[in-house]
């Protein structure tokens, strides 16, 4: 089993009050057992005040993360906040670390991780946490598949990408052991007496239009054309774009359909090209079905009240949400998170806006197949 501990911290401004406030919650002499790991989640003004490297430095554990638009536990949530779990067991394993930075040639960087980090597990992982700087050249759909191949696919993958955001993207940074990089991927195995268990928002098919498309040109996470016509195009003919603009890209879900079983994910679009393409947040497949999706507050909330009504009898429970969902929110930006806290009451969780999310999904026969999101809210609890 492994027991959970949970802090945070609203002062960004003094490192030394930081910590004492951290280590006073977490009571490590009483708490800690055999084994453990951190995985925190912070403003970005925490690590450029230091803050994270001198917490960082006071924990006898790795620790891992992102900065984030905000994050939650039971006791608070918002944007200007750090939070930190400990997870500590007796018969569950942990093994972290961070690659070399990424570039397009990123396999041997994410190999290297792996490997390190495997080797020094007791047995094979049975999860790993992933942790991934904000790229789209190469997508994040690259990073996937390349660590399922060096993991020969057996392992269930979930994790978060940094997501510092404000007007533009700013400084998205992954954490490990109080450094940051913008280009580096860290990572988190997980071996010994655990289950995990995902969830995923999935969309009805009441919020997609009825006209669907076929994605007959694409190359990795540019779309070309959908039914033999630039994309753009297509989108105009739904009456998405005007005077050659998307109004709210972000907060428009494209629903991929695979066909093969699997659910529909969900991606967003970032810009249109020269080319009169689409700049997507993540990867789709050429033959894959295509619609486009409505997603408004009621949306949010709903599958925020789902995932807590799925999620039962867990030691630690994480959530990623995508910040362009607090788009949709727009005023009332914490109201997501907030209305898991309420629900989810004093359980060991924690809750991080990401870029993009990694969570394992159920085919038809009952296997997981691992994948990347946008525009979505996923679990792993364990």
């Known amino acids: 089993m492994i027991k959970t501990l949970i802090a945070h911290t609203a002062e960004m401004d003094d490192p030394e009050s930081a910590v004492a406030e951290i280590l006073g919650q977490l009571e490590l002499e009483k708490c800690l057992l055999k084994n453990s790991v951190g995985i925190m989640a912070c403003y970005l003004d925490f690590m450029k005040n230091e803050v ?39 018969d569950v394993f942990f093994s972290a670390g961070v690659s070399e930075p990424l570039s397009r040639n990123y396999e041997e960087p994410l190999a290297d991780l792996y490997n390190k980090a495997s080797s020094k597990l ?9 942790f991934a700087p904000l790229t789209h050249e190469p997508s994040q759909d690259h990073f996937l598949r390349c660590l399922e191949a060096v993991s020969s696919g057996k392992v269930p993958i979930f994790g978060l990408v940094a997501a510092d955001y404000s007007t533009s993207h700013e400084n998205p940074l992954v954490l490990f052991n ?18 995990p268990r995902f969830t995923f928002s999935g969309i009805s098919e009441k919020r997609v239009m009825q006209r669907k498309g ?16 630039p994309a753009m195009q297509y989108m105009e003919s739904l009456g998405f774009v005007k005077d050659g603009k998307f109004k709210g890209a972000l907060t428009i879900p494209l629903v991929v359909d695979y066909n093969n079983g699997t659910p529909p994910f969900l991606r967003a679009i970032l810009n249109p090209t020269p080319e009169g393409y689409l700049l997507l947040a993540g990867a789709v497949p050429e033959n894959g079905i295509l619609g486009v999706g409505v997603i408004d507050p009621d949306y949010i909330l709903e599958t925020a009240a789902e995932l807590t009504r799925e999620v039962r009898d867990y030691d ?47 085919t038809g026969d009952g296997r997981l197949v691992n994948r990347f999101h946008n525009l979505t809210l996923v679990s792993c609890a364990f």
């Open 52 to 90: 994270v490297r001198a917490i960082c430095e006071r924990l006898p554990f790795d620790v891992v993360g992102v900065n984030t638009l905000g994050s939650a536990v039971s006791e608070a949530g918002g944007q200007l906040l750090l939070t930190l779990a400990v997870l500590t067991s007796d």
């Open 122 to 130: 007791p047995d094979k992982p049975a999860l790993m946490l992933t």
């Open 214 to 229: 076929v994605i007959t040109s694409a190359e990795d996470n540019i779309l070309k054309e959908i039914n033999d016509v």
């Open 316 to 362: 630690f429970l994480l959530i990623g949400s995508c910040i362009a969902r607090t788009f949709v929110l727009e005023w009332d930006n914490l109201t997501e998170m907030d209305r898991i806290r309420s629900r989810l009451a004093a359980a060991p969780f924690l809750f991080i806006y990401s870029y993009g999310e990694f969570c394992p999904v159920e």
């Open 178 to 195: 109080g450094e940051t990089y913008g280009k580096s991927f860290a990572m988190l195995l997980i071996s010994g007496n655990i289950n």
